[in-house]
């Protein structure tokens, strides 16, 4: 009996893509031009935003606390000194 398993070579097209360089910028502005600032603008309103709700939310609930005498606990002292803590860390944010 005859084996009947035959191997045939495929077609493998080794190329190489890195040898290629490309003079123009992969990210493109809406006029079609290159913009590099674009991704660093989005960035800092993101941060600019969050920063916004930091110093507000955290900021609103020292005050409630400062505010109503019923809260004067231990518990929320140790969560205001928190609180006090992360608003530093939106202000300096925003330098």
């Known amino acids: 009996m005859e084996d009947a398993v035959t191997s045939e070579p495929s077609d493998v097209n080794i190329s190489s893509s890195s040898n290629t360089t490309s003079t123009e910028p992969s990210t493109r502005g809406l006029t079609g ?9 989005v960035r800092v309103i993101i941060l600019g935003v969050l920063a916004v709700f930091n110093v507000g939310g955290n900021g609103f609930t ?3 606390i400062r505010l109503t005498p ?3 606990t231990k518990t929320n002292f140790i969560l ?3 609180l006090v803590a992360d608003v530093l860390t939106g202000v300096l ?3």
Not at 33 to 41: D, M
């Open 33 to 41: 031009h290159a913009s590099a600032a674009h991704p660093v603008i």
């Open 70 to 72: 019923r809260l004067w």
């Open 62 to 64: 020292l005050v409630t």
């Open 93 to 95: 944010v925003f330098r």
């Open 80 to 82: 205001a000194s928190m």
